[in-house]
């Protein structure tokens, strides 16, 4: 890395080899779009040669630093891909306003609230806090585990057994 952070172009290409996988499994695992990976892949390894200098070895390894960089570019890309969908929905919700009864579409989503919760409640307790964490605070299966200190397969089998079992409580058809 001190060699990269020096403009060493060899350097660099090692570096870049023994590491791009890793940036795009984890970047295309956050935007969970190829495309999009692919680039946000390219960005982060810029920045990798661009930031070189920035790198301390006694706050962690290369790979945890390149990670670092990877995932909050993944993240970025994520929220600006959010907020330019939510600008264009907004949008056009004010060209495209059509009139509608309040009070019945506020009873159908407590409706559809009550369900959820009631249904929630049918699983069990490993499944309920998994789902909860990944879908209500955004947690990723690894994140999950971590915080549950439960294993990863654990909570993957957990997480998918519960949402069969919410899906078939909602009565949603595949």
């Not at 907004?90 to 060209?95: A, F």
Request: glycine share 4%; charged share 30%.
């Amino acid at each position: 890395m001190a060699q990269v952070a020096c403009g060493d172009k060899d350097a660099f290409s090692r570096l870049y080899d023994a590491v791009t996988s890793m940036v795009f499994g984890l970047v295309v695992r956050v935007v969970r779009d190829r495309a999009q990976s692919e680039e946000v892949t390219q960005e982060v390894m810029i920045d990798v040669w661009r930031q070189a200098a920035r790198y301390r070895p006694d706050q962690g390894s290369v790979m945890t630093w390149i990670a670092m960089l990877a995932h909050r570019r993944a993240v970025d890309r994520v929220r600006s891909a959010q907020a330019a969908a939510n600008r264009d929905h907004d949008h056009g919700l004010r060209e495209n306003t059509r009139p509608y009864d309040e009070v019945a579409e506020h009873v159908e989503t407590r409706l559809e609230s009550e369900q959820v919760r009631r249904c929630l409640q049918g699983l069990t307790e490993l499944q309920r806090q998994a789902v909860t964490l990944a879908y209500y605070q955004g947690l990723t299966y690894r994140e999950v585990a971590e915080t549950l200190k439960t294993p990863l397969p654990t909570i993957k089998t957990r997480m998918r057994d519960g949402l069969i079992r919410l899906r078939d409580c909602m009565g949603v058809t595949t």
